[in-house]
């Protein structure tokens, strides 16, 4: 079974330009969430989609934004960026809600490899 | 959100029993603990999750104490290929709006011949 793809694997872009990244979760997770992972550093948490509705956002600015799609596919989208977003973009996926208002959801998390972001 | 804290890092040979501890003061009730490991330029893979006492897998346990403050992973007879880094999380969501978990630095665990 294919695990959580993202695309691209490595990009450059400079300060200012637009970024698209892209992430397929694991067939039947409807779940994804994205973290943005800084060189010696450990992932922070950026969203959380749950059959397409935003259901946590951490905190980054509001350059930075997602979407999931019906088929559970998810983008994230950085606008204007800084040197500083220079960073390994990572993509989860989990089968269920990591917590649904009312009650625990322990369900393990499955990264992608990540896509390398250069800021120039 | 509960804070946690581990070492930076830890040094051991192959074979032995590495004991990596995170301290996380504030956890709440309905927190779990999990821990994963990231090798360099890869997502990180979860390893174990546990609430209370002791959780054992195939590659490592998880040891609580009641008051739950603190847990220890507990890789047996490691091998080069268990140089990582390690990260503790805990984190829930019971009735809350937001989902996010928190990586802290992780615990660097670096094996030797």
């Known amino acids: 079974d294919a695990g959580v793809t993202q695309s691209p694997t490595h990009l450059i872009k400079t300060r200012g330009q637009h970024v698209t990244l892209r992430c397929s979760p694991i067939?039947?997770?409807?779940?994804v969430s994205w973290y943005q992972q800084v060189l010696g550093q450990g992932p922070q948490f950026i969203f959380q989609y749950y059959e397409k509705e935003e259901r946590g956002r951490g905190n980054f600015p509001d350059r930075f934004s997602a979407r999931q799609f019906p088929n559970y596919s998810s983008e994230l989208n950085v606008n204007a960026l800084l040197l500083g977003d220079s960073a390994l973009y990572l993509c989860?996926?989990?089968?269920?809600?990591?917590?649904?208002?009312?009650?625990?959801?322990?369900?393990?998390?499955?990264f992608g490899e990540g896509s390398r972001l250069t800021v120039l | 959100l509960a804070k946690t804290t581990q070492p930076i890092s830890m040094d051991s040979y192959e074979g032995q029993e590495v004991n990596i501890t995170c301290s996380h003061n504030?956890?709440?009730?309905?927190?779990?603990i999990t821990w994963y490991q990231q090798f360099p330029s890869q997502g990180p893979r979860f390893i174990i999750q546990?609430?209370?006492t002791k959780v054992t897998n195939e590659v490592a346990s998880l040891f609580i104490p009641a008051d739950r403050k603190s847990s220890t992973l507990s890789l047996p007879r490691v091998s080069l290929s268990d140089t990582a880094v390690y990260y503790c999380l805990v984190g829930s969501n019971y009735g809350g709006a937001t989902n996010k978990l928190i990586f802290g630095t992780g615990t660097l665990l670096a094996v030797q011949p």
């Open positions: 546990g609430y209370k």
């Open positions: 989860a996926s989990s089968p269920s809600v990591l917590g649904t208002s009312g009650s625990w959801n322990t369900g393990e998390l499955f």
């Open positions: 504030n956890i709440a009730t309905n927190d779990y």
């Open positions: 067939s039947g997770h409807k779940s």
